[in-house]
């Protein structure tokens, strides 16, 4: 695998820029964005509408929910937001996607193990009405599939975690 960025000294692999989440350079203010659920949400969390409502708001951590319905509901619209995103003033559309790469990768790192296998599941194989997974499709082979492989990696970076907690 190659090096990412332009930093040849840095010598981290390709999946190692994902461990932390690198802030942006772009002068705007970090915001979040959450999915207002609605009916069909609570049904088919993996579902989430082009045209729901989106609002500012303080929200949790990702870990820090315990229902599964709102993690998957907050994930697609983190995820959504991310892949909607456009370039920051000045900034290159390169550097853009890296950008919503480098802001994918991080939001995964968070992810369970079985969070992890559904979510790779579900982009690797994606369902015609499901909004996320059409999304991340359009991102280019390379991304995806750097993406998908951090994503099938959670069960070995779970491992060594534990071996270096003891």
Same mark, same amino acid.
């Given at each position: 695998?190659?090096?990412?960025?332009?930093?040849? /000294?840095?010598?981290?692999?390709?999946?190692?820029?994902?461990?932390?989440? #690198?802030?942006?350079?772009?002068?705007?203010?970090?915001? @979040?964005? $959450?999915?207002?659920?609605? /009916?069909?949400?609570?049904?088919?969390?993996?579902?989430?509408?082009?045209?729901? %409502?989106?609002?500012?708001? %303080?929200?949790? &951590?990702?870990?820090?929910?315990?229902?599964?319905? !709102?993690?998957?509901?907050?994930? %697609?619209?983190?995820?959504?937001?991310?892949?909607?995103?456009?370039?920051?003033?000045?900034?290159?559309?390169?550097?853009?996607? @890296?950008?919503?790469?480098? &802001?994918?990768?991080?939001?995964?790192?968070?992810?369970?193990?079985?969070?992890?296998?559904?979510?790779?599941?579900?982009? /690797?194989v994606p369902a015609q009405d499901d909004l996320v997974?059409? @999304?991340?499709g359009q991102l280019i082979v390379e991304r995806r599939?750097?993406?998908? !492989?951090?994503? $099938?990696?959670?069960?070995?970076?779970?491992?060594?975690?534990?071996?270096? #907690?003891?």
């Amino acid at each position: 695998m190659g090096r990412t960025g332009s930093n040849p /000294s840095a010598g981290s692999s390709e999946l190692s820029i994902y461990k932390q989440h #690198r802030p942006s350079t772009s002068r705007r203010p970090a915001v @979040r964005l $959450a999915v207002i659920p609605v /009916s069909s949400a609570a049904s088919a969390p993996h579902r989430v509408d082009e045209h729901a %409502d989106l609002r500012l708001v %303080d929200e949790p &951590e990702l870990g820090a929910l315990s229902d599964p319905a !709102a993690r998957a509901t907050r994930l %697609d619209a983190r995820m959504l937001a991310i892949l909607a995103s456009g370039p920051a003033h000045g900034e290159t559309l390169d550097a853009a996607f @890296r950008r919503k790469e480098h &802001e994918l990768g991080a939001v995964f790192a968070r992810l369970s193990v079985a969070e992890s296998r559904a979510l790779h599941r579900r982009l /690797s194989v994606p369902a015609q009405d499901d909004l996320v997974a059409a @999304r991340f499709g359009q991102l280019i082979v390379e991304r995806r599939g750097r993406l998908l !492989a951090f994503l $099938a990696d959670a069960r070995r970076r779970e491992a060594i975690a534990k071996f270096a #907690r003891g």
